[in-house]
């Protein structure tokens, strides 16, 4: 078994050839093709607090074959896919050749999509797909106006800008790198593309002008806190992520004055019924052809040196992980 193992805190991640599979412990056994990395595997591989057991296999998404399983709901041959979890903070992930997973999170994979394809969307496209669950079944049409994405550049958030123009929002996107990554989120559906420091430039009052239907929200902190205040009546903002800080300086005004809803999305523990309904959602309404053009593929050696890349926010799009290679 090839896999990437942290073996204390504070240790350096090490790639072996032939890693002791006993330390695998689940109901079902599963051939690793594909992961991927996110953020949260950065924070692990750069040992910034996600890791809580050791030793331990980084690595948030998995995607494969169930070789052998104790659970009647899988079979030796069915391709399969998990995002969360625990894998890679708790249990063992996706950075390996070989998993042991619990059955309860566990997806058949859908068979319009591919294990490479599976993996590209990842934890980062279920996300975006639970976030645009949350704005839809709050009540959310087209028509209600402008929804806004931050992080756009990111996985999760390019991802959602391409969910929401699909299905017909008109979609802003909020990025640091507009030069860069402009015309390829106009490409995804964004209407129109802005700075990030747009958000963090407003005045910090809790009540500002009124400019979003809905947002998704990756950021957290400040940022978020401006987007609540530029929240329209009734709107409803989908918050999945922290990237700049966990806090949340703002008061209860958005909530009470506007009825604005922040709508908690966690991707780790979600059900399998929403499990399931989110990845049936990617199979219909994603498109694979604009995921390619988001994705890049590197072997597992490869990932070591975009930790900190990636922490950076130096990583656009997604970064399949071949565990094979």
Request: glycine share 12%; charged share 20%.
């Amino acid at each position: 078994m090839r896999a990437i193992l942290i073996e204390s805190e504070g240790a350096t991640p090490r790639l072996l050839e032939d890693a002791d599979e006993s330390l695998l412990d689940g109901a079902v056994a599963v051939d690793v093709e594909y992961s991927s990395l996110n953020y949260k595997d950065g924070m692990a591989l750069a040992g910034r607090g996600i890791v809580r057991r050791h030793p331990l296999i980084p690595g948030i998404d998995l995607v494969g074959t169930v070789t052998e399983s104790a659970d009647g709901r899988f079979a030796p041959g069915d391709a399969v896919v998990l995002n969360g979890d625990g894998i890679g903070e708790t249990r063992h992930g996706g950075f390996a050749t070989r998993a042991r997973v619990r059955p309860d999170a566990l997806v058949h994979l859908p068979e319009s999509i591919s294990p490479a394809r599976a993996a590209a969307i990842g934890t980062a496209g279920f996300t975006a797909m639970l976030a645009v669950h949350r704005l839809e079944d709050a009540g959310l049409t087209p028509d209600d106006g402008d929804v806004l994405v931050t992080g756009a550049s990111g996985g999760a958030g390019s991802i959602a800008v391409a969910l929401l123009a699909a299905r017909g929002h008109r979609v802003v996107a909020a990025t640091g790198r507009q030069e860069e990554n402009g015309e390829l989120l106009r490409a995804l559906g964004a209407a129109e593309v802005i700075d990030r420091d747009e958000l963090l430039a407003a005045d910090g009052r809790p009540l500002q002008s009124q400019r979003w239907a809905a947002a998704v929200d990756g950021v957290g902190s400040a940022t978020l806190a401006n987007v609540l205040a530029q929240t329209r009546w009734g709107g409803t903002v989908a918050a999945y992520g922290l990237a700049q800080g966990p806090d949340l300086p703002t008061t209860v005004l958005p909530f009470i004055l506007r009825q604005v809803t922040l709508a908690g999305v966690n991707s780790v523990d979600a059900p399998r019924a929403a499990r399931e309904r989110a990845w049936a959602g990617l199979a219909a309404e994603l498109d694979l052809a604009l995921l390619d053009s988001l994705t890049a593929t590197v072997g597992l050696a490869g990932v070591l040196p975009l930790a900190e890349r990636i922490l950076a926010g130096q990583v656009s799009g997604r970064t399949v992980v071949d565990v094979r290679a």
